[in-house]
């Protein structure tokens, strides 16, 4: 949802601040509202609904739906969880690997990008080659 919200002037800190109040303000007007919504929407489409709102250049998000997932690490891999929390990045092993998981969403479409330009080489050398 986007909230409306009139042109606000000062600092960077006062405009953010004036947003997120706005922001407040309207999932508090609202919440009636959305909850009928979600219950509706949750019931036709057998899924969670999660809420979030834009005011500005502010975007604040209401409800976070979490997913336990299990998986195997070798030690390596646990080695940099556990180095990601004695450092103070994250509070734990869970938030470690959430952390590590946005960083390769954040690099995802420049290294996907190469892996796909590198596949692609391949290909081209595949059929350059004898047919088998």
């Given amino acids: ?5 009139p042109t606000v ?3 960077e800190a006062d ?3 004036a947003e997120a109040g706005r922001i407040t303000r309207w999932r508090e007007d609202t919440r009636d509202e959305r909850v009928a919504i979600a219950r509706e ?9 999660a809420w979030g709102a834009t005011a500005g250049s502010s975007t604040q998000l209401f409800t976070h739906l979490s997913v336990p997932v299990m ?13 990601l929390v004695s450092s103070g990045v ?16 954040e ?7 190469e892996l796909r330009e590198a ?11 004898p047919t088998l």
């Fill in 41 to 49: 929407a949750e019931h036709r489409y057998g899924r969670k609904v």
């Fill in 71 to 83: 998986t195997r690490l070798r030690q390596p891999e646990r080695q940099v969880l556990d180095t």
């Fill in 15 to 17: 405009v953010a601040a």
């Fill in 119 to 129: 596949m692609e080489a391949v290909q081209k050398v595949r059929e350059q080659g």
């Fill in 107 to 113: 690099h995802a479409d420049s290294w996907l990008g």
């Fill in 9 to 11: 002037e000062g600092s």
């Fill in 90 to 105: 994250a509070r734990s092993r869970a938030e470690a690997l959430a952390w590590c998981v946005k960083l390769v969403g």
């Fill in 1 to 5: 949802m986007t909230v409306e919200s």
